[in-house]
C-alpha cells in the first residue's frame, strides 16, 4: 500500500499567516491527492482534489499543489474557521491511504 | 440536496458482527461509486472499503478483507458494510462517502456512526 506521510503533525498559528501542510507518497501517485479538513464531532470536508482543484464553495485562500509524491497544501491567510485537522487522501490506486493529519491551533 | 446518512452502529462484543447502512438521498446513487472511512477514537482517518456504481468492483483495507463485506441495493438507494469477527481495533466512527465521477473522490460524507467493539 502506498504510505502517505503528512507533515507536521501539528503546528500553532495566528489569525492571518501564511499555513503550509505538507504530504509525502511513498511512490508517485501522479496528481491523484486530496484535502480534508475536519473539524470536532464533525466529517471531514473535501477541500482540493487532484492536487490543485479547488471543491466548489471552498474560499479561495485555500490552494494545493504537487505532482508525483510531493504535495502542499497552503492557506494563505489563516482565518478563524479555519482551525482544524487536515487530512491528505491518494486515490492512485487501492487501498486508498490517508496521512496521519494536521492539527492547525491557535498560537 | 445530497445526504448520506448511516446507521447500524452500537456496542457489540469481541468476535461479533454488526450490519451498517449508508442510506443516500438527494442524487442518484447508482451513478455513484461509494467508499466506507472509519475513524478510531482520537486517531486519523482510515480509508476500509469502495464499492462502485454497479458493484463490479469492490476494494477493501488490509486491515478488514476477509472480515468485512461491502455490498448495495441501488434500488432501496442505500450502501452496506457487513462486519464480522469484530476486535477491539475495529472500534471506531465508521463513515461513507461518496465519490464524485469526475475527479473528486468522497466529496459528500454522511455524519458517522459509531461502532464499539467491547466485551
Known amino acids: 500500500a502506498i504510505q502517505m506521510t503528512q507533515s507536521p503533525s501539528s503546528l500553532s498559528a495566528s489569525v492571518g499567516d501564511r499555513v503550509t501542510i505538507t504530504c509525502r507518497a511513498s511512490?508517485?501517485?501522479?496528481?491523484?491527492l486530496n484535502w480534508y479538513q475536519q473539524k470536532p464531532g464533525k466529517a471531514p470536508k473535501l477541500l482540493i482534489y487532484?492536487?490543485?482543484n479547488l471543491q466548489s464553495g471552498v474560499p479561495s485562500r485555500f490552494s494545493g499543489s504537487g505532482s508525483g509524491t510531493d504535495f502542499t497544501l497552503t492557506i494563505s491567510s489563516l482565518q478563524p474557521e479555519d482551525f482544524a485537522t487536515y487530512y491528505c487522501?491518494?486515490?492512485?490506486?487501492?487501498?486508498?491511504?490517508f496521512g496521519g493529519g494536521t492539527k492547525v491551533e491557535l498560537k | 440536496e445530497v445526504r448520506l446518512v448511516e446507521s447500524g452502529g452500537g456496542l457489540v462484543k469481541p468476535g461479533g458482527s454488526r450490519r451498517l447502512t449508508c442510506a443516500a438521498s438527494?442524487?442518484?446513487?447508482?451513478?455513484?461509486?461509494i467508499n466506507w472511512v472509519r475513524q478510531a477514537p482520537g486517531k486519523g482517518l482510515e480509508w476500509v472499503s469502495l464499492?462502485?456504481?454497479?458493484?463490479?468492483?469492490?476494494y477493501y483495507a488490509d486491515s478488514v478483507k476477509g472480515r468485512f463485506t461491502i455490498s448495495r441495493d441501488n434500488a432501496k438507494n442505500s450502501v452496506y458494510l457487513e462486519m464480522n469477527s469484530l476486535r477491539a481495533e475495529d472500534t471506531a466512527v465508521y463513515y461513507c462517502?461518496?465519490?464524485?465521477?469526475?475527479?473528486?473522490?468522497?466529496?459528500?460524507w454522511g455524519q458517522g456512526t459509531l461502532v464499539t467493539v467491547s466485551s
Open positions: 462517502a461518496r465519490d464524485n465521477p469526475i475527479a473528486a473522490p468522497a466529496d459528500y
Open positions: 438527494g442524487f442518484t446513487l447508482s451513478t455513484y461509486s
Open positions: 464499492i462502485s456504481s454497479t458493484s463490479r468492483y469492490i
Open positions: 511512490q508517485g501517485i501522479r496528481n491523484d
Open positions: 487532484a492536487a490543485s
Open positions: 487522501l491518494q486515490d492512485n490506486n487501492y487501498p486508498r491511504t
